[in-house]
């Protein structure tokens, strides 16, 4: 039987289409786009065409953006070019409690270099409330970072709000789109963002291409010192193949997200229903306001790693939470900063469906889930008797 694949808000995999548009630039094109002779030239054409068709996608203009090696340095970029452009004139931080690891430990970085960094609470949904930034920002703040949409929970946060705020007090704004690009309509004049991130592995492009958006303006100081490439905002020959890549996957997205939301909206539907008809099952984040394909449940009286492995086992690969913290044993920080109580976190899961999943998949998890659930709660049942 064949696998059923639901975690997608980790990676997804290359569409086919994809890696025909990369092929030419690891042998035919394989230029470096800084060189003057014909090779060259070609893959400099390749860079330009890609910049213009993500910017054209963002809604941005093509020398705004920055192409990465994927969406934790561009957060970094935006976070630690933004304050090191700054100076000392202003050396306050404001971020949220649900952030992506590659925001909130670059803010600790900061914070360890003399900054103040303002966390700000999230509602039981994982949203920002607007009027806690409002009360957060001072003279001295350079900058504000929020995630678009949360990659453990999905829920969206209301961006184009948080960022008219931000206008107003004259601060630079800052969002994680690495979850909502590609799933979601994302155009950054509309949001009133200064700054945006995103990574193509996340909507079927390849591993280690990522882009920030920069808005005209906006000084930022690099990361990697070298060479003038990316207007000296990024030193380092670029990465064709990903970054043609990132553009065409950008592309697909932008034109088929009616047809895949829709398709995947229905599943989550069918998934969401039948896992909430399960004793003992609770959904986390928001109901409504989240991305199309993230289900994020918690089953008591388990814990998510034997879970993970039983379902694993039978062929259904799902996640505890962020990709990049799965293997912690530390509790999510997400859920923590939610509310949701400790015996509820440590039962967690995360299923995120994406165009390829089928009623088919559902179906098989809604069968398999239940078994395994009785299983692991009849061993830990056992356990606390043991105990006693």
């Known amino acids: 039987m064949s696998r059923v694949y639901l975690d997608h808000a980790a990676t997804t995999p290359v569409d086919p289409r994809v890696v025909e548009a990369m092929k030419p630039y690891w042998t035919e094109a394989f230029g470096n786009p800084s060189s003057l002779h014909a090779e060259g030239r070609r893959a400099l054409q390749a860079l330009d065409e890609a910049r213009n068709q993500v910017a054209a996608v963002l809604g941005a203009d093509p020398e705004e953006i920055v192409f990465t090696a994927g969406g934790s340095e561009a957060d970094n970029l935006a976070i630690s070019g933004v304050l090191g452009a700054a100076g000392s004139r202003k050396y306050h931080v404001v971020t949220s409690a649900v952030e992506h690891h590659a925001v909130l430990y670059t803010c600790q970085f900061w914070l360890r270099q003399g900054y103040e960094v303002t966390v700000l609470p999230v509602d039981e949904y994982g949203q920002v409330r607007p009027a806690d930034l409002a009360a957060a920002l001072r ?41 909502a690009v590609g799933a979601v309509p994302v155009h950054v004049r509309e949001l009133g963002v200064d700054l945006l991130s995103l990574s193509a592995h996340k909507f079927y492009g390849p591993k280690g ?22 207007r000296t905002r990024r030193a380092g020959t670029e990465n064709i193949p990903g970054i043609v890549g990132l553009a065409a996957a950008l592309r697909l997205a932008q034109a088929e997200m009616t047809e895949r939301t829709a398709h995947i909206r229905s599943l989550r539907r069918r998934l969401e229903e039948g896992l909430l008809r399960l004793p003992g099952t609770r959904l986390n984040g928001h109901p409504e306001r989240r991305l199309p394909g993230h289900v994020n449940v918690s089953f008591a009286g388990v814990e998510s790693e034997p879970l993970l492995v039983n379902l694993d086992l039978a062929g259904i690969a799902a ?14 920080h997400v859920l923590k900063a939610m509310g949701v109580p400790g015996e509820w976190i440590r ?39 043991s105990r006693q």
């Not at 961006?159 to 800052?174: D, I, P, Q, Y």
């Open 139 to 179: 003279p001295d703040t350079a900058l504000v970072s929020i995630m678009m949409a949360n990659n453990e929970v999905g829920t969206l946060q209301p961006v184009a709000e948080l960022a008219a705020l931000c206008r107003e007090r004259g601060v630079l704004f800052h969002t994680d789109a690495v979850q």
């Open 209 to 230: 291409a990522g882009a920030l958006y920069v808005r005209k303006g906006v000084r930022l100081q690099p990361l990697i010192h070298g060479g003038g490439q990316e």
């Open 319 to 332: 996640s505890g939470g962020s990709a990049c913290t799965s293997g912690s044993l530390e509790p999510s």
């Open 347 to 385: 039962g967690s899961v995360r299923f995120s469906l994406g165009r390829e999943n089928t009623e088919a998949d559902v179906d098989r998890v809604l069968s398999v889930l239940p078994g395994i659930l009785e299983r692991l709660r009849a061993i830990s049942a056992q356990g606390a008797q």
